[in-house]
């Protein structure tokens, strides 16, 4: 994972884990693993589905836009 331009390579993902773990993990607290993921499943759907201020664009419309660029 070392060398140039790496860090933008994983911009997105870390952007993700930071928002799941702020606005989900740490404010709901989850009793087992199970009711962990079941939570996770249902943010994450939420996340791919709303439409960012900054961007104006959905995660998951971004994300395909990315893929098309980058083939």
Request: glycine share 6%.
């Amino acid at each position: 994972m070392d060398g140039k331009g790496r860090s933008k390579d994983n911009i997105c993902i870390e952007r993700f884990w930071k928002s799941i773990k702020y606005d989900y993990i740490y404010l709901n607290l989850a009793d087992d693993g199970f009711e962990l993921l079941k939570g996770v499943q249902n943010h994450t759907a939420y996340y791919n589905d709303k439409t960012h201020h900054t961007t104006r664009q959905k995660p998951n419309d971004r994300y395909q836009e990315m893929i098309k660029t980058a083939a």
